[in-house]
C-alpha cells in the first residue's frame, strides 16, 4: 500500500495568515492526487485534484502543487471559516490512501 | 445535481453483518460515469477506503478489510450498497458513500472522489 504521510499533523495560525500543508507519499503517484478539507461533524469537501486543479466553486485562496512524491496545499489570507482537517489522497493505486490529516486551528 | 444520502442500522452487534445503502437522488445513478464508493472514519480518526464498483460489477475493495466487504448497484432502486461481515468494534465508524467522479486533465482522466454523502456512524457494540 502507499503510504500518505502529512505534515503537520496539526497547525495554529491567526487570521490573514499563509498556510502551507504537506504530503508524502511512499512512492510516486505521478499527480493523481487530491486535497479534502473536512470541517467538524461534516463529510470531507474536494478541494483540488490532478495535484493542482481547483475544483468548481473552491475559493482561490487554496492552491496546490507538486508531483511524484511531494506535494504541497496553500491556503492564503487564513480565515475563521477554514477551521477545518485537511487530507491528501492518492488515487493513482489500489488500494486508495488518504493522508492522516492536517487540523488547522485558528 | 446528484445528491447522496447513506441509509442503514446505527448500531449492529458483533459478529453480525451491516448493510448499508447509498440512496442517489437528484438524476439516475446510470447517468454519471462513476465509480460508486464507500469510505469509513472511525471516531476522532482518517479515513480509510472500503471499496468501490463500476459500470455495476468490477469492483475493487481495501484488503485491510480481509474478503469481509462486498459492494453492489441497484439501478432499478437507484443505489448502490455495502455489505460488511463479521463485524468488531473495530469497524465502528461514520461511513461515507461517494462517487468517484471522472475529469480529463490535458487527455489523463483524474478519478477522484468529488461527491459525498453526510455520512452515518455505525456503532458495533452488544
Known amino acids: 500500500d502507499i503510504q500518505m504521510t502529512q505534515s503537520p499533523s496539526s497547525l495554529s495560525a491567526s487570521v490573514g495568515d499563509r498556510v502551507t500543508i504537506t504530503c508524502r507519499a511512499s512512492q510516486a503517484v505521478s499527480n493523481y492526487l487530491a486535497w479534502f478539507q473536512q470541517k467538524p461533524g461534516k463529510a470531507p469537501k474536494p478541494l483540488i485534484y490532478?495535484?493542482?486543479s481547483l475544483q468548481s466553486g473552491v475559493p482561490s485562496k487554496f492552491s496546490a502543487s507538486g508531483s511524484g512524491t511531494d506535494f504541497t496545499l496553500t491556503i492564503t489570507s487564513l480565515q475563521p471559516e477554514d477551521l477545518a482537517t485537511y487530507y491528501c489522497q492518492q488515487y493513482n493505486y489500489f488500494p486508495l490512501t488518504f493522508g492522516g490529516g492536517t487540523k488547522v486551528e485558528i | 445535481q446528484l445528491q447522496l444520502q447513506e441509509s442503514g442500522p446505527g448500531l449492529v452487534k458483533p459478529s453480525e453483518t451491516l448493510s448499508l445503502t447509498c440512496i442517489v437522488s437528484g438524476g439516475s445513478i446510470s447517468s454519471r460515469d462513476s465509480q460508486w464508493s464507500w469510505i469509513r472514519q472511525p471516531p476522532g480518526k482518517g479515513l480509510e477506503w472500503i471499496g468501490s464498483i463500476y459500470n455495476g460489477a468490477t469492483t475493487n475493495y481495501n484488503p485491510s478489510l480481509n474478503n469481509r466487504v462486498s459492494i453492489s448497484v441497484d439501478t432499478s432502486k437507484n443505489h448502490f450498497s455495502l455489505i460488511l461481515t463479521s463485524l468488531t468494534a473495530a469497524d465502528t465508524a461514520v461511513y461515507y458513500c461517494?462517487?468517484?467522479?471522472?475529469?480529463?486533465?490535458?487527455?489523463?482522466?483524474?478519478?477522484?472522489?468529488?461527491?459525498w454523502g453526510r455520512g452515518t456512524l455505525v456503532t458495533v457494540s452488544s
Open positions: 461517494a462517487s468517484r467522479g471522472v475529469v480529463v486533465v490535458t487527455t489523463v482522466s483524474h478519478w477522484y472522489f468529488d461527491l
Open positions: 490532478a495535484a493542482s
